[in-house]
Nanobody, 123 residues
């Protein structure tokens, strides 16, 4: 059974930083493309960042320069380092995994999802 478990969310002031983690089990982590999405209240789930099998990464335009995605295949874990956080970054952040070799901004490209972790940025 595949499980993706996110952690690291919380409340932070604007301008602060957080590092999210997502640990996977039940799948061959090193062969998967991993991604982070987020969903704010009343809004659709949106792409944040993705990292492929070869550590190639891509980001949403709103996050470039502030967020960094990385992974540790030995720990089956993908990270999202977030800096210079803004109130508009407030959302539930979800980890996702795909069997496709390359990252995608489309949520329906990812077959496995975590339960999410809440990030709240106060002004």
């Amino acid at each position: 059974q595949v499980q993706l478990v996110e952690s690291g969310g919380g409340v932070v002031q604007a301008g602060g930083s957080l590092r999210l983690s997502c640990t996977a089990s039940g799948l061959t982590f090193s062969t998967k493309t991993m991604a982070w999405f987020r969903q704010a209240p009343g809004k659709e789930r949106e792409f944040v960042a993705t990292i492929g099998r070869s550590d190639d990464s891509a980001y949403a335009d709103s996050d470039k320069g502030r967020f960094t995605i990385s992974k540790d295949n030995d720990k089956n874990t993908v990270y999202l380092q977030m800096t210079s956080l803004k109130p508009e970054d407030t959302a539930v952040y979800y980890c996702a995994a795909s069997a496709w070799p390359y990252g995608s901004e489309a949520a329906n490209s990812y077959g496995y999802w975590g339960q999410g972790t809440q990030v709240t940025v106060s002004s």
